[in-house]
C-alpha cells in the first residue's frame, strides 16, 4: 500500500511504475473522498491526511522476482510523492490492506443516500488529467465524486449525479477512454452510446445482433439496439 498527498501523485505513480518494469497483478487506488468516507463509516485505518491511496499485489515465479517488483514499485511511489510504502508481512495483514478497497463502494454512501456507480475507463497516462477533470465537473453541478477503481488498466469507477454522467462520458470518450471499463452498458449507459459510436456504427452493431438474434430473445432492449 502506498499512501500519497493527492491523487494526481498517486495516478502518476501507477503509469511510472509500469513504465519502469514494474507489473502488478492488482493496482487499485482510493481517492480522498473514499478515504474519508472509510475512516467515518467503517473505522479504517488510514491517515487523515492522506489525498490518495494505492492498494496492489505483486506476485513471481522466484522471490527475487517479487522483490524487484516491490522495490519498483516503491522507487517509484517515493519520487512520485509516496508519504509511506507499506507491504503486508502475512496473510492477515494483506487482508486488512485490501479492507478499504473491497469497502469503498458501500463506505461512500455516507455523502448520500442515492448512489450512481459508473466504471468509465481511460488510457492509463490520462488518469491523472481525467480525475482532475472530473472533480471540476462535480464541482460544477455541486456535488461530490468519489472516486475509486483498478489504476493498474485506467478504470474509474464513480459515484456522481445524473446531471454529470453525460459530460463526464464525453470528457473520457475525448480522451480515448471506454464509456464502461468492465461491467457493460445494459440499460442505463444506452442512452449516452451516440457519445462514443457514430449512426453507422450504431446500425452496424444493430445488424450483427439481428443477424444472430433475429427474434430479439437473447438479452433483449440492452445497449440501444433495439
Not at 33 to 56: F, H, M, Y
Not at 193 to 209: G, Q, S, T
Request: with cysteine; glycine share 8%; proline share 4%.
Amino acid at each position: 500500500m502506498g499512501i500519497f498527498p493527492d491523487v494526481t501523485s498517486a495516478m502518476n505513480a501507477v503509469f511510472k511504475s509500469l513504465a519502469s518494469g514494474a507489473n502488478p497483478v492488482a493496482m487499485e487506488f482510493l481517492d480522498k473522498l473514499v478515504i474519508q468516507a472509510l475512516r467515518e463509516k467503517l473505522n479504517v485505518d488510514l491517515p487523515s491526511d492522506a489525498g490518495a491511496v494505492l492498494v496492489g499485489d505483486v506476485d513471481g515465479s522466484l522471490e527475487d522476482e517479487v522483490k524487484f517488483q516491490l522495490e519498483t514499485l516503491e522507487k517509484s511511489f517515493n519520487e512520485n510523492g509516496g508519504k509511506s510504502f507499506v507491504i503486508a508481512q502475512d496473510d492477515d495483514h494483506a487482508k486488512e490492506l485490501w479492507f478499504a478497497r473491497r469497502n469503498a463502494s458501500p463506505a461512500v454512501t455516507i455523502f448520500g443516500t442515492k448512489k450512481l456507480n459508473e466504471d468509465i475507463s481511460v488510457p492509463r497516462s490520462m488518469l491523472p488529467v481525467a480525475l482532475e477533470e472530473i472533480y471540476k465537473i462535480g464541482d460544477k453541478y455541486g456535488m461530490q465524486v468519489p472516486c475509486f477503481g483498478h489504476a493498474g488498466d485506467g478504470n474509474i469507477h464513480m459515484e456522481d449525479g445524473h446531471k454529470a454522467i453525460e459530460e463526464i462520458f464525453q470528457l473520457v470518450v475525448d480522451m480515448g477512454g471506454t464509456l464502461s471499463g468492465e461491467h457493460g452498458i445494459g440499460t442505463s449507459k444506452a442512452p449516452y452510446m451516440d457519445i462514443a459510436f457514430n449512426d453507422a456504427e450504431m446500425n452496424l452493431f444493430k445488424n450483427i445482433k439481428k443477424a444472430f438474434d433475429p427474434n430479439n430473445i437473447l438479452n433483449p432492449f440492452k445497449m440501444g439496439l433495439d
